[in-house]
């Protein structure tokens, strides 16, 4: 019979799995952030299927756009594609350098407590503000302009 003991996940395990983890993150996110650079010279084609199926755009249309847009420092742009999708390339770059200097120092931040303390905060954050955007964006359809912003994504 095998020990409880040879179950159990060791400190040294725990923290090689989350410095995979970091890496992996990190080298996605480099990865992507490269595919924005060079976006405008890939071949383009219509990718919300809820705006294909309904003609109205999704909450997160214009998302991708704003992505490319913030990385190529253009911040406004980025902003008028999506509000929501600024502050989410800000919260991811943010993410990454965290992640980088956990990995320089080797000093690890406790993640799995602050995201027990605000996680759900922050996800209902999120939430109500892709929701307020996509209702700013469908007044235009009923109003025939942004409210109370000038914002991008086509209908």
């Not at 991811?92 to 406790?110: K, W």
Request: aromatic residues 20%; contains cysteine; proline residues 6%.
């Amino acid at each position: 019979m095998i020990g409880d003991h040879q179950w159990q996940e060791t400190k040294r395990d725990r923290q090689s799995r989350g410095r995979l983890l970091r890496i992996a993150y990190i080298v996605i996110y480099g990865i992507l952030f490269i595919i924005a650079l060079f976006w405008s010279y890939l071949p383009q084609f219509p990718t919300c299927l809820f705006k294909i199926v309904t003609g109205y755009p999704c909450a997160g249309c214009g998302m991708t756009r704003a992505f490319v847009s913030a990385a190529q420092g253009q911040w406004r742009d980025a902003f008028q594609w999506h509000p929501v999708g600024l502050l989410f390339f800000i919260g991811f770059t943010g993410v990454v350098l965290a992640f980088l200097y956990e990995l320089i120092t080797n000093r690890f931040f406790p993640w799995d407590r602050w995201l027990l303390r605000w996680g759900k905060p922050l996800a209902w954050f999120a939430l109500i503000l892709l929701v307020v955007t996509w209702l700013l964006r469908l007044s235009f359809i009923a109003w025939g302009v942004w409210l109370p912003v000038p914002l991008k994504v086509p209908l």
